[in-house]
């Protein structure tokens, strides 16, 4: 493992960081991260970060199952766990939102576990507390400004700068949630490979998991609103990333545009420093009067990192960023659904065969369609359905393959199911929501919070 106190004096040392994430295939790991909204149960208002039923309470009482506080300025921001208790951490987005990060592990029955005593976990202290957790993707009804926002300085920093260069920089902030999958890659080759095929397919995965149709308390016209939000947030450092399809795309191509992202802060002495808009280059370079000319570390390097949020991500694994949160069956369900495509070799490359030679105006496009229409999305050369049900197969078949079994001589593919039903219904969560809201919900918020908990 580097020193994180490194001294970065060429951008070679950034490729290397890249590169020494590649990892043999034995050792190919899974982690899942999954978010959700804590609301009160008595009146589904958000829930402050103070008070006795607030989020700190939450946090503190999660440590009765071996939890570890981690502190910022004297609060509680966030939960760690050794790995001898199964490791992971549980840590607050800016509105409240609650994510556990997974441990990284060996296949989705492991994590279905985790989930799903993690889900039990949080479950038995919210119930003391009068609170609930809301899988949805964005929030039915919630006002950005009544919001409770967490003690955290980085947050404020982003807050601060978000509304600078799009208008829904914000609504990203407080008011969505997500999961994501983090994958591994053996080689740069790899790594080309599966960053390609992700960025391809996103906006497939945006549709079968679009799950918020509804915002302000109506319904907005789209099946994910969380995906139209990620398109007016912040163009410096969100999208597809048309350089990952040329044709000399690799970890220097991503270094020269990670270190041409505009900066958000660095750490120091316990504090956030606040270099929103600054360059990363001048940084390396030690031209960046803030910091006294000084050279940044490694660790700084790994920070600016975290605050790049392309549709698939590269640190020292990629991370699958474009689906909607929901309950506990679609996390383990989107974990599945790419393990099955990027760890099994031959189910890659059926998979990658399917994509051909991709045009980076209808990719962007389609992205912006699936957030809108969901499965019914077509573009000239892209059906969403049929293709998502060309990707299932191939990940069904991947999985098989994997013959990871559990107790009952099960594979993964098990995990598969929601998707199945919703390409055979032809409807997403989200489109489930819509004909209940104007059906058996008659209209009503509130059923929301009865009808789509964790």
């Not at 360059?279 to 605050?307: A, I, K, V, Y």
């Amino acid at each position: 493992m580097k020193d994180k106190k490194e001294i970065i004096e060429s951008k070679d040392q950034l490729i290397q960081y890249l590169r020494d994430g590649e990892k043999s295939i034995s050792e190919f790991r899974i982690g899942t991260e999954h978010e959700k909204f804590v609301f009160n149960i008595h009146d589904n208002s958000p829930v402050p970060y103070e008070g006795d039923k607030g989020i700190k309470s939450l946090l503190l009482n999660l440590t009765r199952f071996g939890w570890k506080e981690v502190f910022e300025n004297n609060n509680v921001v966030a939960l760690e766990r050794d790995e001898s208790l199964g490791g992971g951490s549980i840590t607050l987005e800016p509105g409240g939102q609650f994510e556990l990060s997974g441990a990284q592990l060996k296949d989705i029955h492991e994590t279905f576990n985790e989930i799903y005593e993690h889900k039990n976990q949080v479950s038995e202290v919210a119930a003391e507390l009068g609170l609930g957790f809301l899988g949805i993707g964005f929030t039915p009804d919630w006002q950005r400004e009544n919001i409770p926002i967490m003690p955290k300085q980085r947050y404020d920093i982003m807050r601060s700068y978000m509304p600078k260069k799009g208008q829904h920089g914000l609504d990203m902030m407080l008011r969505s949630s997500t999961i994501q999958v983090n994958l591994d890659y053996s080689s740069e080759e790899d790594m080309v490979r599966k960053f390609r095929f992700s960025l391809a397919i996103q906006p497939i995965v945006t549709a079968i998991f679009s799950n918020s149709p509804v915002s302000d308390g109506k319904p907005n016209n789209y099946k994910s609103y969380r995906g139209f939000v990620w398109t007016d947030t912040d163009p410096d450092r969100t999208g597809l990333l048309p350089f990952v399809f040329d044709k000399f795309m690799s970890y220097e191509s991503y270094v020269d545009y990670a270190i041409d992202v505009p900066m958000y802060f660095v750490y120091r002495e316990g504090n956030y420093v606040d270099l929103s808009g600054k360059s990363f280059r001048d940084f390396l370079n030690g031209r960046l009067n803030e910091m006294n000319n000084e050279q940044p570390t490694m660790s700084d390097w790994e920070s600016h990192l975290t605050t790049i949020f392309p549709e698939v991500r590269l640190k020292k694994w990629l991370e699958m960023r474009g689906a909607d949160a929901g309950n506990l069956q679609s996390v383990c369900a989107l974990s599945a659904f790419w393990t099955g495509l990027l760890y099994e070799e031959s189910s890659l490359n059926s998979a990658y065969r399917l994509i051909g030679d991709i045009d980076i105006q209808e990719l962007d496009e389609l992205r912006l369609s699936c957030a809108q229409n969901g499965l019914e999305s077509k573009t000239k050369n892209i059906n969403v359905l049929e293709l998502g049900k060309d990707l299932l197969t191939i990940s069904h078949e991947g999985l098989r393959k994997r013959n990871k079994i559990n107790a009952n001589g099960e594979d993964e593919s098990i995990f598969l199911s929601p998707i199945s039903e919703i390409l055979e219904n032809q409807r997403s969560p989200a489109d489930i929501i819509i004909s209940n809201y104007y059906g058996d919900w008659e209209m009503k918020i509130e059923n929301f919070y009865k009808n789509c908990m964790f």
